[in-house]
């Protein structure tokens, strides 16, 4: 089915300038009588408040920082703060409209964008909502602390539970939002919107887009702010966010109830520099940060540059934008300045700018400018504001004291498995909400007509191969395991490079456009990081969802994403948040150095992604069936070798209905009792070849077991079979250095030691690139070397010649040479 956006020659190649709209700078104008008329008095002093409240927060982490000690109360305080001292204003003035349910994202500098949502929330929310939160969040440990502390109302007492969450999460203690697994950078508390803060710069940008097109593709009120720094500017996947936030189909092509393009609002807290440089004058060119917008789209994101030393000129803006997400007229871009006093980190010598500087700011303090703005408009007198102060000191006192006590605030106990079982939800859920998924047709209608009357099995009664369009196939198979949970679960949503009328890059979706509604299937622009990054932020919203990466090398490209992101979430908020995301990604061949690698690897190297990676029609459906009923984020890899390819190993080929491998265990593909193989992907063929060579021309019988699990991954029959065999090698299409087989191998080593009779041998590809197709026989493993290596390196087979060098010699000669 084509799209129907046709591209006229005659339109494009037309003469013309491009004009851009005007960026508003500063726009905003004081007007105290329409002010004082619009939010009323005691809202105006509740900013206030609030900006007194972040400042001392932060300065009273300052104290703890540089001295030890705040207000007589000593602690030493061994992590980070990334303090925010001068930038109070900018995030009182944008929480003061949102409310819980809209999103916010932030940095490593969020402390005062946490403390300030959650004042809004709990000024907005009612006495039985807020109790609710506190009681059943973490089944209540935290106000179970700050109960008992003197408190004249609910919401008096639930913002000593907010400073004392954020405080017990900055000192790792289980009473923190987190438990104390995010701590100071990573802090943050669902219920009041508030969502994953982010340590690696321009980390939020993606992230919070996924937020927005889960509030956008399932109906969600509410709006998503990523805030982020100026200096993000410089990172990939900031504009990668902001590609995928402004794309033309939200308007052109997705259902118009939808209500158009994703509710995205990137504000840059722009604060001139990041650490020691200046963007502006030094590492970037925009001169006014705004003018990115102008990059981006025709409306130019409705960006604008606003004072963010003047809360009622953010408050202002916030409402405007809001407007305009919520027409679905989005994304939005804020350039709101501000300024910190404070280092980048206690720790900053601040050798990069002068004390000038710092006293030009200081004098326009935001803090004291707008009680300058109370005073002289007669909303409060000097007495009342300073008790603000004073009052609050004593209180954050009261909170630090519990924070600080190793009694009242333990932390988790790390000679246990503790961090360990929080890395995997490991839930089963049939879909993320209760409601019909909107399909375009039903099921019955589909492409599974064709796929289902396929033959399962590849194989005729005489074991010869049936014409492979005549088989399912191991993509087709992958087909069925995808639809079947679109049409249980509403939230599940695809998307990558060519998803949609391209069928996915090999063909996997072919199928499914005819089936989903353009907002549940859909084509993004070539930006990989802020794919997998969109989908991080959309499972941590509450949907399920599936993401496409090409190529296994164009993981580079997304890296933070999957390592940092995907990995993290689940264990950093302490199980608050579930991960039910699938990243789909094809291993290659035939492609050269950049399209035929395989990561395997690095994906087992970094904890918290599971792992997959079927080698058999049977196994991509009943495995992707698996990793689609789960909460948590599996990196599935795919071999390209494969696609096309019908079942030929388990008996009865693929079933039509629905099934579940079980997750972990590998499988024996070939039974034997002399030599045990063990293969990772697409290799299994080219094992069982070997295996049926050395039995005809050596009569020895090899085990093949097709390990098809990286994480988690069961190795209780692997050992079984290397007991009965005393021998083992392992093969896959990894590069052999730091290969995944290489930790199997280590593994075996120590839990089988007694049972071997020679070294366990991995047999890889090359340490090198891999080369074009018509060479890549020399590159990736044979069965011949399979079976010299088996000769060299464990049992000599008697009159057997090796063709390849495999012996130990080889091992140190090339490594020696760096290959
Ligand atoms: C990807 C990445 N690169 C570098 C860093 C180290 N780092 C931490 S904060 C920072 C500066 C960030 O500046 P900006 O985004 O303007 O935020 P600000 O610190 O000013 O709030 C840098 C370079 C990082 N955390 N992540
Ligand atoms: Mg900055």
């Not at 705040?70 to 009182?92: D, T």
């Not at 994202?105 to 809004?120: M, P, Q, T, V, W």
């Not at 599936?546 to 580079?556: I, P, S, T």
């Not at 599935?636 to 209905?657: A, D, I, K, N």
């Amino acid at each position: 089915m084509t799209k129907l956006i046709t591209i006229d020659p005659s339109d494009v190649r037309k003469p013309g300038v491009l004009t851009a709209p005007e960026i508003p700078i500063n726009a905003y104008v004081s007007d105290p009588t329409a002010e004082a008329a619009k939010y009323g008095t005691d809202n105006l002093v509740r900013i206030y408040r609030d900006m007194v409240y972040i400042r001392e927060f932060e300065s009273m982490l300052d104290h703890i920082k540089k001295e030890g000690a705040y207000q007589g109360i000593e602690y030493n305080h061994r992590g980070p703060a990334h303090l925010s001292i001068g930038q109070e204003s900018a995030v009182v003035g944008q929480a003061y409209h949102l409310t819980p349910e809209d999103f916010i994202f932030g940095s490593h500098r969020s402390h005062g964008e946490i403390l300030a949502k959650s004042f809004s929330a709990i000024h907005k929310l009612d006495d039985d909502a807020l109790m609710a939160i506190m009681e059943t969040y973490m089944d209540g440990v935290a106000l179970r602390v700050v109960e008992d502390f003197p408190h004249a109302s609910v919401k008096d007492l639930a913002i000593d539970y907010i400073l004392y969450g954020a405080l017990a999460e900055i000192f790792g203690r289980i009473q923190g939002f987190n438990k104390g697994m995010g701590g100071s950078m990573h802090a943050f508390f669902p219920p009041f919107g508030v969502m994953p803060n982010n340590a690696i710069v321009g980390g939020s940008a993606d992230i919070a887009t996924g937020s927005a097109l889960f509030k956008r593709i399932n109906r969600k009120p509410g709006i998503v702010i990523a805030n982020i720094g100026d200096a993000s500017m410089g990172c990939g996947p900031v504009w990668e966010a902001m590609m995928i936030a402004a794309m033309d189909q939200y308007r052109t092509l997705w259902p118009e109830e939808i209500g158009g393009a994703p509710p995205m609002l990137f504000n840059f807290m722009n604060n001139f520099y990041g650490m020691g440089g200046q963007p502006v004058g030094e590492t970037m060119g925009f001169g006014v940060l705004a003018r990115v917008g102008m990059g981006v789209n025709p409306e130019a994101m409705h960006a604008e540059r606003v004072d963010g030393y003047n809360p009622l000129a953010i408050i202002d803006a916030i409402e405007r934008k809001r407007a305009i997400l919520e027409a679905g007229r989005g994304p939005v871009l804020l350039d709101t300045i501000t300024y910190r006093f404070s280092g980048h980190s206690p720790s900053d010598a601040m050798a990069y700018r002068t004390k000038e500087e710092l006293d030009l700011w200081r004098s326009q303090d935001a803090l004291i400018g707008y009680r300058e703005y109370l005073l002289e408009n007669g909303h409060a007198d000097e007495r009342a504001l300073d008790a603000v102060h004073e009052a609050f000191i004593e209180r954050l006192a009261r909170v630090l004291a519990a924070a600080v006590s190793l009694e009242t605030s333990p932390r988790v106990d790390v000679h246990t498995d503790a961090i360990g079982e929080m890395m995997f939800s490991n839930q089963r859920v049939e879909r993320m909400e209760e409601r019909e998924p909107e399909v375009l047709i039903p099921q019955e209608e589909s492409r599974l007509k064709v796929t289902l009357k396929k033959n399962r099995f590849g194989l005729d009664a005489d074991g010869k191969p049936l014409p492979k369009l005549r088989c399912v196939t191991y993509a087709e198979a992958l087909f069925e395991a995808l639809m079947h949970r679109f049409y249980i679960d509403p939230t599940m949503a695809a998307w990558g490079e060519e998803n949609r009328d391209w069928g996915g890059a090999f063909g996997v979706y072919r199928g499914l456009t005819e089936c989903l509604p353009y907002h549940r299937l859909f084509n993004t622009s070539i930006s990989e990081a802020a794919i997998v990054g969109a989908a991080v932020g959309y499972a941590v919203s509450g949907g399920r969802v599936v993401a496409e990466l090409m190529y296994n090398d164009f993981m580079g490209r997304a890296g933070d994403e999957v390592f940092n992101q995907m990995a993290k979430w689940q264990a950093m908020s302490a199980g608050v948040l579930t991960m039910p995301l699938v990243l789909r990604v094809s291993i290659g061949s035939k492609y050269g150095a950049q399209h035929s690698q395989d990561w395997t690897s690095m994906v087992a190297h970094v904890p918290g992604l599971k792992a997959y990676f079927p080698a058999t029609p049977y196994d991509a459906k009943g495995m992707l069936n698996l990793a689609l009923s789960g909460t948590d984020p599996v990196v599935f890899f795919e071999s390209q070798r494969l696609y096309s390819e019908p079942e030929t190993l388990v008996e009865g080929g693929v079933p039509t209905g629905y099934y579940e491998v079980p997750e972990g265990e590998p499988v024996v593909r070939r039974p034997g009792g002399d030599v045990t193989l063990i293969t990772l992907g697409a290799t299994l063929y080219r094992g069982l070849e070997a295996a049926r060579q050395l039995e005809e021309r050596y009569g020895l019988s090899m085990e093949v077991i097709d390990a098809r699990f990286i994480n988690p991954l069961n190795y209780e029959p692997l050992v079984a079979s290397v007991k009965k065999t005393g021998k083992v090698l392992l093969a896959s299409d990894a590069s052999e250095r730091g290969s995944f087989l290489h930790t199997m191998a280590s593994n075996l080593s120590q839990l089988a030691f007694d049972y071997l009779d020679g070294p366990v041998a991995v047999v890889g590809a090359r340490n090198w690139i891999t080369p074009p197709a018509e060479l890549e026989d020399g590159f990736f493993p044979q069965p011949e070397w399979i079976i010299d290596t088996l000769h060299e390196r464990i049992l000599p087979l008697p009159g057997h010649t090796p063709t390849t060098r495999q012996g130990v010699e080889r091992i140190v000669a090339l490594n020696r040479a760096g290959m």
